[in-house]
């Protein structure tokens, strides 16, 4: 299946989990992609797992959080690229702990990462977009946006904003072609998610030493199955910017294996 054959994206968090499944994927489908990632050892991992389609694969280093790292991350990827038909936001950290213990440095870096970084990458390239075959965004949303994900406020407020800006984007853009929707995660191990519950589970880094771990009993999939690996996520994100997703747009995919119903 090559659904991508032709287009060319730009994946954020192409270094690791997620962010570098989708990268895999997309070249798997044949598409040229530009790996975006703060973190230089992670994309030589990601081509390293390239296989037959490092050829199709540029690496770009980009802290999303620094508004010149983005202007240059963006400029780097459409000149390899030639323009650019999809732009896949799926960078961003996760920090646990209490929320009245949470200093106000904390909380915007989770703010400053998840959400700024989004804004900024979609603003830098919307021009290339509106020049782009079927233009499309995924952004990364949460399941911690809509249900109780306790001590992570502010990774859930982040990816409350996330949700919203896609929907108000889908509105802006929906004449001009460029199609705008979100995924939501959850119950998906990957490099964010890399501390354990009580019964094993990956639950995030950072949890406080006094956690109540009945506060997670709801946060089990009921397919039981466990936790799915990231390449779950990155199915369903090269769906949503290929041809096949042509008819979605303001809308979010959760991906949760049941966990919230």
């Known amino acids: ?25 997309i070249l798997a489908e044949g598409g040229q992609v530009v790996a975006a990632d703060v973190s230089e050892a992670g994309l030589t991992d990601t081509v390293a797992k390239a296989g037959a389609g490092a050829g199709r694969l540029t690496t770009v280093v980009v802290n999303i959080a620094d508004e010149v790292s ?9 000149g390899a690229l030639g323009g650019l038909d999809v ?13 009245h213990e949470t200093t106000l440095a904390d909380f915007n870096t989770v703010i400053a990462v ?4 989004t804004f900024l990458m979609i603003r830098e390239a919307i021009p290339h977009l509106l020049d782009g075959q079927s233009p499309a965004v995924v952004n990364f949303s949460s399941t ?18 996330i949700q919203s800006m896609t929907h108000a984007l889908a509105s802006e853009y929906g004449k001009q072609g460029i199609r705008f929707t979100a995924v939501q995660p959850g119950s998906i191990s990957s490099g964010m998610t890399d ?44 769906m949503l910017a290929s041809e096949d997703g042509r008819f979605i747009t303001g809308t979010e995919v959760r991906i949760d294996g049941g966990t919230h119903f």
């Open 1 to 25: 299946m090559n659904r991508y054959e032709g287009r060319r994206a730009l994946v954020t968090g192409g270094g690791s989990g997620i962010g570098q499944a989708t990268v895999l994927r």
């Open 195 to 238: 501390g354990s519950g009580a019964s094993g589970q990956s639950v995030g880094p950072g949890l406080p030493e006094d956690t109540d771990w009945s506060l997670f009993a709801k946060l089990s999939p009921a397919l039981g199955q466990g936790f799915a690996g990231p390449e779950t996520v990155a199915g369903v994100v090269a």
């Open 70 to 78: 983005v202007r240059d991350g963006i400029a780097q990827a459409v």
């Open 144 to 161: 911690s946006a809509m249900f109780a994900h306790p001590y992570m406020a502010a990774y859930a407020a982040s990816k409350g904003g």
């Open 114 to 117: 998840n959400l700024t970084g």
């Open 87 to 99: 732009l896949v936001n799926a960078a961003g950290i996760l920090r646990s702990g209490h929320t």
